[in-house]
């Protein structure tokens, strides 16, 4: 065999295997995706952040949408130590944010707080 037809063999199996990865991954969302969006689409959950284990803060995050089974589109806010709030609307973020779901009474509680602290900036 020469190289050109060893070449030609391996695009061939690169071509095979990009596809049966696409086939797999269709394959994958269309049986984990509505366990996924049972579990966290239209739910509110708190995800412990920081940069060390002395300081941490919490996310507020609220799920609207689960895309694959590893992101979804989320609200979020927190306030982070010496910088300040950092608020997502409507942004792709990690499944794996979504650790402990609370109470939408929780969150909307400290998504008041955060309001309130952003209108105290803003005046």
């Known amino acids: 065999m020469t190289i050109k037809q060893l070449e030609r063999e391996l695009l061939k199996k690169a071509r095979e295997r990009a596809r049966l990865m696409d086939e797999l991954d269709k394959l994958k969302t269309a049986q984990v995706l509505p366990a996924l969006k049972k579990k966290y689409k239209g739910k509110y959950f708190i995800y412990d952040n920081g940069y060390n284990l002395e300081q941490r803060w919490p ?38 944010l979504l650790q402990k779901e609370i109470t939408r009474k929780e969150y909307e509680k400290n998504a008041h707080i955060a309001i309130a602290e952003i209108q105290k900036l803003l005046s």
């Open 59 to 96: 996310v507020y995050i609220y799920c609207h949408e689960v895309k694959s089974e590893y992101e979804a589109i989320v609200d979020a806010f927190e306030l982070i130590p010496d910088e300040g709030w950092r608020i997502k609307i409507k942004k792709p973020e990690g499944l794996h």
